[in-house]
């Protein structure tokens, strides 16, 4: 008498049984990949868990980052680290007598595993923003100094970027680090760091550049397989300053001075010894395109010097001189 019937479900009853989410649509996943660079699969994982909400999704993502990069940086973090780039920072590189502004740059090295890595543009990246962190948070000491920074101390300041320096931190230079441990699968170590600073010269007509080089770049030309930075003192012709020319020659001069650093086995900028051509002054000066080319530091500096107009008129042997100097190549022995 009672027929087998199916139960009839009400528009009501489907919404209750119903536990399926919206599909993430292609336009979703392409804007959240292209503000956090994820795989695809992360991208829609977050839309999904976040009702493809944008802002939820983003949110979603820094806590799955953080708590995968923890176990990520855990699981290598005993593994050898030979492979990297040197970082260079300069955000002022000229001072000189009555000038309010003083020098300031910074170097550092950041190691990896692998030289595939070493070549990806999120470590790329990471060098430059460590690096202009480093140059940014270091106070000029003293006239003029070049000092080390504590790696320890640098990961526990916030990282500032170098492509938008203005922007709020949203983390450490360690969480940062460990970020990008999780995205790129290898283990990454601030291996050192310095900085150079310099208060404006106290002694009128004189002056402060900085000379930096980069050897073996690779995304930027402030990152590479060895770094230099050297320190200049040279006769400023107050007040008018060095003319644009004259700016422009020292550029020149200042780009081949870190190439013979880097160049050359530079050890010392002078020497007892005549012969030791570990000591700048003493090295044959190849790296500068000039009619002076190819004699010794000393002698080009000292002739350049008496061409431009720069000598000291109280018999200094040359109108600019390096004071000091560091070079840094990837992997190297540290003393």
């Known amino acids: ?19 399926a ?28 868990a976040s009702g493809n909400d944008i802002d939820a999704a983003l949110e979603w993502l820094q806590k799955d980052l953080v708590a995968s990069g923890a176990k990520k940086a855990a699981k290598v973090g005993g593994r050898a680290t030979n492979e990297g780039l040197v970082g260079v920072s300069v955000l002022s590189n000229f001072t000189a007598f009555g000038m309010q502004r003083g020098l300031r740059a910074a170097m550092i090295e950041l190691n990896c595993e692998t030289d595939f890595v070493g070549r990806n543009e999120l470590f790329g990246q990471l060098v430059a923003d460590i690096a202009h962190t480093a140059a940014v948070i270091s106070e000029p000491s003293g006239s003029f100094c070049l000092f080390s920074i504590q790696p320890e101390f640098l990961q526990d300041a916030p990282l500032i ?7 709020p931190p949203t983390g450490t230079v360690a969480s940062a680090i460990r970020d990008t441990i999780a995205k790129v699968g290898e283990n990454i170590t601030l291996r050192r760091a310095m900085a150079v600073t310099a208060q404006p010269p106290t002694l009128n007509g004189t002056a402060l550049r900085l000379a930096s080089y980069v050897h073996g770049t690779i995304h930027r030309p402030t990152e590479g397989r060895i770094g230099a930075l050297a320190l200049l003192a040279l006769r400023y012709p107050s007040p008018k300053g060095f003319s644009p020319k004259l700016t422009k020659k020292l550029e020149t001069l200042e780009r081949a001075l870190g190439r013979q650093i880097v160049g050359f086995d530079t050890k010392s900028i002078d020497a007892a010894d005549p012969h030791d051509q570990t000591a700048l002054y003493n090295q044959p000066f190849i790296t500068f395109a000039d009619e002076l080319n190819g004699q010794s530091v000393r002698n080009v500096l000292a002739q350049w010097s008496a061409r431009e107009g720069l000598s000291f008129p109280d018999g200094f042997e040359a109108g600019i001189k390096p004071l000091d100097f560091a070079k840094w190549s990837v992997g190297e022995p540290l003393e």
């Open 1 to 19: 008498m009672f027929r087998n019937r199916r139960p009839r479900t009400t528009p009501a009853l489907k919404c209750l049984y119903s536990t």
């Open 21 to 48: 989410t919206e599909k993430p649509s292609l336009k979703l996943v392409a804007e959240l990949r292209k503000r956090t660079e994820v795989s695809i699969v992360k991208a829609r994982e977050a839309l999904s």
């Open 161 to 167: 970027s170098q492509s938008n320096p203005s922007a």
